[in-house]
């Protein structure tokens, strides 16, 4: 990314998350260079903070600098005035946000990984504006990744298929989870990511979905299955599936699919988080919109077929929009 000892990061999200603890404290601890933080992030003192800081630089998920740059359009006293670089991750980043980041003199790179592999795949600065969200990057220096198909071999460039990868970056394991570890990680040390992406003759990559039933929101991962699970019992509810739903803000928010057991009164989402609630359940995995449905669609051993609800869902949504 281009950044040295001189730089000043700026980080808002939490240190005991993959992000706030790889680019908040030990990328400036290997560049020797300085970190600001922001316990509570809020867009308008975050700008502030970061002009008075000099902050040259910052790595975080979408939500962040999606926040700050609306501030800013409907603020023209505000502005950056030192900031750089904006490395983003958590979600394929849209034109229209690297291009409102670049009218405010920002390079918006996108930045894909995980906490398993952290992210070892960037859109260099100098190609950001050139490549405006088609890909998700290229691989750092000393990592490679690769394609594959459902059988372990390489696909042909241009097809698509799961991303791996492999590096000195690269997590060891999981503590105390051996089998866990050996679906994760082989002996040759490749880490499965379970996202589906394609890669051309430059070795540029798009990810463009996941083989893992798993809900980016605000570049956090959830489980849909847990979220599933946390519900069976439920009042009302005789079966359900949660998919991604997908926001501009976060990249994705959380769409469950109720089957209701009475057809004249199916489970609202208040019924549903107030049962969450009285379990403890953590609240980022409330559902925050529900659609009902007569039966989950599966396949024949039972799995649910989430892209039929995601299709669903997109028809619902853009029925909405349509007037009256």
């Not at 918006?108 to 992210?119: A, D, K, Q, R, V």
Request: hydrophobic share 40%; aromatic share 8%.
């Amino acid at each position: 990314l281009g950044r040295g000892e001189h730089d000043v990061m700026f980080m808002p999200s939490p240190l005991n998350h993959a992000t706030g603890f790889f680019h908040g404290l030990i990328s400036p601890l290997l560049l020797g260079g300085r970190a600001v933080l922001q316990q509570d992030f809020r867009a308008a003192e975050a700008i502030d903070l970061m002009n008075a800081e000099g902050v040259t630089w910052s790595m975080s998920a979408t939500p962040f600098i999606f926040d700050m740059l609306n501030i800013m359009e409907a603020n023209p006293d505000l502005s950056f005035t030192t900031l750089e670089v904006f490395a983003c991750g958590g979600a394929p980043l849209p034109p229209s946000l690297i291009e409102l980041a670049g009218r405010h003199g920002i390079l918006l790179c996108e930045i894909y990984g995980s906490t398993e592999s952290c992210p070892h795949v960037y859109v260099p600065p100098s190609r950001c504006l050139e490549w405006d969200g088609a890909w998700s990057g290229v691989p750092f220096e000393g990592i490679e990744v690769r394609v594959i198909d459902g059988n372990g071999n390489e696909v042909c460039r241009g097809e698509q298929g799961e991303e791996i990868s492999r590096g000195p970056h690269m997590f060891v394991g999981y503590l105390n989870e051996p089998e866990r570890t050996d679906r994760a990680l082989d002996d040759a040390g490749w880490f499965y990511s379970g996202d589906l992406c394609y890669q051309d003759e430059e070795g540029r990559i798009r990810i463009n979905g996941r083989k893992k039933e798993v809900i980016i929101r605000g570049g956090e991962n959830i489980s849909a299955r847990e979220i599933d699970d946390d519900l069976i019992g439920a009042p009302g509810l005789a079966n359900s599936a949660t998919i991604g739903m997908p926001d501009e803000r976060l990249g994705e928010r959380i769409c469950t699919f109720v089957v209701p057991s009475d057809p004249t009164r199916p489970p609202t989402q208040d019924e549903l988080i107030a049962y969450l609630k009285d379990r403890h359940v953590a609240k980022r995995l409330w559902p925050e919109r529900v659609e009902v449905i007569d039966e989950i669609p599966v396949t024949a051993t039972g799995k649910v077929k989430r892209f039929i609800l995601a299709q669903i869902l997109k028809e619902r949504m853009e029925a909405e929009q349509r007037p009256i």
